[in-house]
């Protein structure tokens, strides 16, 4: 149970742009855990990709790292987040040299949070899946912007301008 000094985390269907981004840690490639609190102070990047090793997550993974140092410059963190297990991240980080961390959510507790599991469908079939998310976090805790659905073509870009931005 949460203090009564310390609102609940929304409901992803609440997650809104000016809301505090809600708390999470997770283990993350190289066996590490990160918090939300890890980065209070700076601005955080947080991509939420389908599944590790297939084309448009990876083709996502190496747009964020070309970008990496841009991001570092304007003080910000990028991290990603699957389902996928810890060495599964571990072997996609290694695979494609990537320079951001990768943490495993594979309860889906932090997806959920942040509104990036939900209904998908494909080839006319519903089911529950990633949905490809990326949240802007202030450095005081807040969610700057949301990019739902996102289309992986230019978006690491249009987020590294809104990071430059704050």
Request: net charge positive; hydrophobic share 40%; aromatic share 8%.
């Amino acid at each position: 149970m949460r203090p009564a000094a310390s609102p609940p985390a929304p409901h992803a269907s609440e997650l809104a742009e000016g809301s505090r981004a809600p708390p999470f840690t997770l283990p993350r490639d190289g066996g590490a855990r990160v918090s939300l609190a890890d980065f209070v102070g700076g601005k955080l990047v947080i991509f939420f990709y389908p599944r590790a090793n297939t084309p448009g997550c990876t083709r996502e993974a190496m747009d964020f790292t070309r970008l990496s140092k841009e991001f570092a410059a304007c003080g910000t963190t990028v991290l990603g987040v699957s389902a996928d297990p810890v060495k599964t991240q571990e072997s996609f980080r290694t695979k494609h040299k990537l320079a951001i961390p990768l943490m495993s959510d594979e309860t889906h507790a932090m997806l959920e949070a942040y509104g990036a599991w939900g209904e998908k469908s494909m080839y006319g079939k519903a089911f529950l899946g990633i949905i490809r998310t990326t949240v802007l976090v202030t450095a005081d805790g807040r969610i700057a912007r949301i990019w739902r659905r996102v289309k992986v073509d230019g978006h690491a870009e249009e987020v590294l301008a809104a990071a430059r931005g704050l």
